[in-house]
């Protein structure tokens, strides 16, 4: 069992930064595979970035390549992910998952653990 408790959203202008924080609970993740996804209003739950259990490994969607970082602590149980260049269309729910089966980095039924999630604003 893994809990998840995402932080640092907030309130930011086009350009500017945030690092979001998922702490997790668990003895277990070290050994897992972390995710973030974003839920914007009306729309369907995206994938983000996904990182292995060691971090050797990253993977992002398209449209946060080259602007957003993911990371992971496991001395910390945390994963972050740093939004650079953020931009209005980045605004959205962000939610914190861990993997609990193989498959497909960016297929969000190979998550079985989320965060409650935290918001991210960017205004124009």
């Known amino acids: 069992q893994v809990q998840l408790v995402e932080s640092g959203g907030g309130f930011v202008q086009a350009g500017g930064s945030l690092r979001l924080s998922c702490a997790a609970s668990?003895?277990?993740?070290?050994?897992?595979?972390m995710g973030w996804f974003r839920q914007a209003p009306g729309l369907e739950r995206d994938f983000v970035a996904s990182i292995n259990w060691s971090g050797g490994s990253t993977y992002y969607a398209d449209s946060v390549k080259g602007r957003f970082t993911i990371s992971r602590d496991n001395a910390k149980n945390t994963v972050y992910l740093q939004m650079n260049s953020l931009k209005p269309e980045d605004t959205a729910v962000y939610y914190c998952?861990?993997?609990?089966?193989?498959?497909?980095?960016?297929?969000?039924?190979?998550?079985?653990?989320w965060g409650q999630g935290t918001q991210v604003t960017v205004s124009s």
């Open positions: 668990g003895r277990t993740f070290s050994s897992v595979s």
């Open positions: 998952a861990a993997r609990s089966r193989t498959g497909y980095y960016y297929d969000e039924r190979t998550y079985a653990y």
